[in-house]
């Protein structure tokens, strides 16, 4: 058997519509893949097996005891915070970290004057205008 033009003709026609059908495949693909509508069915899937999983997984107690521990933490610790910052004392020495080293050392004893600092906030706005002038 010998090949003729025409087999030739006919082979390559079926290869070029095998050809044409594949790279129309692959448009779809492309087509759906960018498209948010066939994501949002998936997300939504995605979603629905996260939320069982959580009820599964989690107990439920969880949920409720978590975020009170960590808001009564931080709550103490912001008092804690602000006392420090403010000099408030309860009637003990206050103490605090040394930033270098992590150790306790004793907090310098400082009053602030609320007219001495007034007067020098309008002392330095006026020699600001003045300057500017």
Same mark, same amino acid.
């Not at 498209?35 to 939504?44: A, D, E, G, M, N």
């Not at 004392?89 to 080293?101: N, T, V």
């Given at each position: 058997?010998?090949?003729?033009?025409?087999?030739?003709?006919?082979?390559?026609?079926?290869?070029?519509?095998?050809?044409?059908?594949? $790279?129309?495949?692959?448009?779809?693909?492309?087509?759906?893949?960018?498209?948010?509508?066939? !994501? $949002?069915?998936?997300?939504?899937?995605?979603?629905v097996v996260l939320q069982i999983w959580l009820l599964v997984a989690v107990h439920?107690? %969880?949920?409720?005891?978590?975020?009170?521990?960590?808001?009564?933490?931080?709550?103490? %610790?912001? #008092?804690?915070? $602000?006392?420090?910052?403010?000099?408030?004392?309860?009637?003990?020495?206050?103490?605090?970290?040394?930033?270098?080293?992590?150790? %306790?050392?004793?907090?310098?004893?400082?009053? !602030?004057?609320?007219? @001495?600092?007034?007067? #020098?906030? @309008?002392?330095?706005?006026?020699? @600001?205008? #003045?300057?500017?002038?």
């Open positions: 058997m010998y090949w003729d033009d025409d087999d030739d003709d006919a082979m390559i026609k079926v290869f070029q519509t095998i050809m044409d059908e594949f $790279l129309e495949i692959l448009l779809i693909v492309k087509i759906c893949f960018s498209s948010f509508l066939f !994501w $949002l069915p998936v997300l939504y899937g995605g979603y439920p107690l %969880t949920i409720l005891i978590l975020p009170a521990i960590i808001s009564t933490f931080l709550i103490v %610790t912001r #008092e804690k915070r $602000l006392k420090t910052q403010y000099g408030i004392e309860d009637g003990k020495p206050k103490r605090s970290l040394s930033p270098c080293s992590l150790t %306790t050392r004793e907090r310098s004893s400082s009053s !602030w004057d609320v007219e @001495k600092a007034l007067e #020098e906030y @309008k002392r330095m706005t006026r020699d @600001k205008e #003045e300057d500017r002038s």
